[in-house]
């Protein structure tokens, strides 16, 4: 377990007037941990009025949807897991293998009462006495939560047990099949699932898996109702998301957001002042080359056209984007975009679980030849290799690692053509060799690094 | 002049078959350690690996059928239909017949899974495959002890053959294994590779 | 109705099902199959079980669709 706890400011977005009602995850003035007793002073005591098919009735009503990434409706999960005989084990997933996203980790860190709270909730309604919180292993973040989860039991106001399970530093360490398979034992590695519905945790039993913000959401839905979830977001998209906002100047910051909020918001982008020969649009960070939307399994949008959208599914899903987990990346100008792309593929290669032929086989030869497209003069070979390696790749894994990844490159080939037609004549726009997208260093060798 | 009896002809039945038996197991367990290993018999293609490891196998329990039944009805010695199946209660060298029996159960066991093998779950069917590693032995031991064959000539000479042709392939196996790049690192090899063929990419 | 599915954690690209049933599995460079997405043809059938019962790591299987 690392012993350091890095976490970015939890700031509100450059662009936006602060929102009414924002934020409600974190507390309004700074990023100080909310203990219990502040908690149940700001919030008041988690009351279960009407029992968990009320609750679920409430949580149909409010439209929230998970907030890991696949966005899946909430209540829809909670019904089949009320449903589910034996009752499900209910796991709160606070992995956050995504190295773009720190927001999970800032709500464990600052708000781990509101994420507890879900967690009983998603407990009782899916009728469980034991519960499970899955953190990226950090010692620091586990000690603060395991004090949490001590407070609220000297407190007696859990029903359900708690038990904190470290999750390895892996890409696909919060995949829900990939913690599923951790809770039983084995390395963290998704599995081959066929069937939909609630992941098989053992012959006869389920688990209801849920990313921790959903389960904060929960805790304030069951308080102040759906009608006030709504306030915020957009009619098909309601509620409030947390962000984690990579500027262009380089400062990161976690942002509570209503969805539907404008990209340029979140950026501080201003298209009107953009030079009109020039690809780049000023923003609060300074020039931005491309947005990143959706973290390393998202898409690359160019500046004038991500200026254009809302934070919303609605809006990025005909464009082959989506708001994933929040990630959004200004990447400043004076940044190659095939580099940065490349090294994020090297990353992504690395963090197979090298379970399925086509995965890794043909994520790594295609990080190899987008290396040599980031490269001078790279020939047409490289390019006609990695279409014809990422057509072989995508949707032949046990999950979605190899269509993410491949989503993520070839929005890189679309946004970045004019870049790499400069480097096929042995030019680049990118000034300085230093990285900008965050990655991890090391790479895995073992199973124990998946355990 | 002495004709050989009924009784006598049963009895080298069961004996000879019981070594064709021993060959084709061994032929079996060798066969399944290539199917393991994803090895291939040169000239033939993949899939006749696991074909002749399941046809072996299905002529070997023809064999070891007729094995057993010679030998229980041959009156020369007693050795009932009970002691097939249950160990160490044949009226004849029970303890060797003994290591058979377990030997023959084992076999079956093998037997009923592999045909019903969609209708179970992977791990079960594995788990109970690995009795293969039980049974051939049980099997080379019984033979041993079995009959005066065995204390010299052709018949050793084959036993002999079949454990050193095991031997042999538990041993390919393994080293086999032991050069396995590791799930974890599957990915990493091939970047390395990769980059060492960078010239080639252009 | 039935459809064929690979495992693709349990395959290990040891190619039989491609020998044994080349009209709807193709092997890519790497010796992994291809398996077409359509419903196994009538007169495929059974050459189709003898390719799901081939497979060494029993990563093949027929799945009923409606």
Redesign the interface.
């Known amino acids: 377990m690392t012993d350091s706890l890095t976490l970015p400011p939890a700031a509100p977005a450059p662009g936006a007037a602060r929102p009414p009602g924002l934020p409600r995850l974190l507390p309004a003035a700074g990023a100080v941990p909310v203990d219990l007793r502040a908690h149940l002073a700001r919030h008041g005591p988690l009351r279960h009025a009407g029992g968990p098919g009320r609750l679920v009735a409430e949580v149909a009503a409010a439209g929230l949807t998970g907030r890991g990434g696949a966005a899946f409706p909430l209540a829809r999960k909670l019904a089949a897991a009320a449903e589910a005989r034996p009752a499900p084990l209910v796991a709160g997933n606070g992995a956050e293998g995504e190295p773009a996203s720190s927001k999970d980790g800032s709500l464990l860190w600052i708000s781990p009462h509101l994420v507890l709270d879900g967690l009983q909730l998603a407990a009782e309604a899916a009728g469980s006495r034991t519960a499970v919180l899955y953190v990226r292993r950090n010692q620091r973040l586990h000690g603060r939560l395991a004090q949490a989860i001590a407070e609220r039991a000297a407190a007696g106001i859990d029903a359900a047990r708690v038990d904190l399970v470290p999750a390895p530093d892996r890409f696909l360490a919060g995949e829900e099949s990939a913690l599923v398979t951790r809770l039983t034992g084995k390395p963290a590695r998704p599995a081959y699932r066929p069937v939909r519905g609630l992941p098989r945790l053992a012959p006869g039993r389920t688990a209801l898996v849920q990313n921790v913000e959903t389960l904060a959401h929960l805790a304030l839905i069951a308080r102040y109702g759906a009608a006030w979830f709504r306030l915020a977001g957009t009619e098909a998209e309601p509620g409030s998301m947390l962000a984690t906002l990579h500027l262009a100047d380089g400062r990161t910051s976690v942002t509570e957001v209503p969805l539907g909020i404008g990209l340029a918001d979140l950026l501080g982008l201003d298209p009107r002042a953009a030079d009109p020969g020039g690809d780049s649009v000023p923003s609060a960070g300074g020039p931005v080359r491309a947005v990143l939307v959706g973290g390393y399994h998202g898409v690359w949008l160019p500046p004038a056209e991500a200026a254009r959208l809302p934070l919303a599914n609605a809006a990025l899903r005909p464009l082959g984007a989506a708001v994933g987990a929040g990630v959004v990346a200004a990447l400043p100008a004076g940044r190659c975009g095939l580099a940065e792309t490349a090294r994020v593929a090297r990353y992504l290669a690395l963090e197979s679980a090298g379970q399925c032929g086509p995965c890794f086989n043909g994520l790594p030869r295609i990080a190899a030849a987008l290396d040599h497209l980031a490269g001078p003069r790279p020939g047409q070979r490289a390019r006609a290799d990695l279409e014809r390696w990422a057509g072989l790749v995508a949707g032949r894994g046990a999950c979605h690692h190899p269509d993410g990844s491949v989503r993520f490159i070839r929005s890189a080939l679309r946004v970045f053509a004019a870049e790499a037609g400069l480097h096929d004549r042995g030019r680049c726009t990118g000034t300085g060799p230093e990285p900008f997208l965050p990655l991890p260093a090391g790479r895995p060798a073992s199973d124990a690094d998946w355990s | 002049m002495t004709g050989i009896t009924s009784t006598t002809a049963l009895w080298y039945a069961s004996r000879a078959t019981g070594v064709v038996t021993m060959l084709l197991l061994t032929a079996v367990l060798l066969l399944g350690i290539l199917v393991n290993r994803q090895g291939r018999i040169p000239g033939l293609p993949s899939f006749a690996v696991t074909g002749l490891h399941r046809n072996v196998s299905l002529l070997a329990v023809a064999f070891l059928a007729i094995h057993v039944i010679t030998a229980i009805v041959d009156p020369y010695v007693t050795i009932g239909l009970a002691a097939a199946v249950f160990p160490f209660v044949a009226g004849y060298r029970p303890f060797w017949l003994g290591l058979g029996a377990i030997s023959l159960d084992l076999i079956a066991a093998l037997m009923v899974t592999s045909l019903a093998r969609a209708r179970m779950s992977r791990r079960a069917w594995r788990g109970i495959h690995w009795l293969a590693y039980a049974a051939w032995p049980l099997a080379v031991v019984h033979s041993l002890g079995s009959s005066s064959d065995a204390r010299g000539g052709l018949v050793l000479g084959v036993l002999a053959g079949c454990v050193l042709a095991v031997a042999a392939a538990l041993a390919w196996r393994l080293s086999r294994a032991a050069r396995e790049i590791p799930r974890a690192a599957r990915a990493a090899a091939i970047l390395s590779h990769m980059s060492a063929r960078k010239a080639d990419l252009r | 109705m039935e459809k064929l599915?690979v495992?693709?954690?349990?395959?290990?690209?040891?190619?039989?099902?491609a020998?044994?049933l080349p009209e709807l599995i193709t092997l890519?460079?790497?010796?992994?199959p291809?398996v077409a997405d359509q419903p196994v043809p009538h007169g495929l059938r059974r050459a189709a079980r003898r390719a799901?019962?081939?497979?060494?790591a029993?990563a093949l299987?027929l799945?009923r669709v409606a």
């Open positions: 599915r495992n693709p954690v349990a395959c290990a690209g040891h190619g039989a099902c020998e044994l890519d460079e790497w010796g992994y291809i799901v019962s081939s497979c060494p029993l299987a799945s």
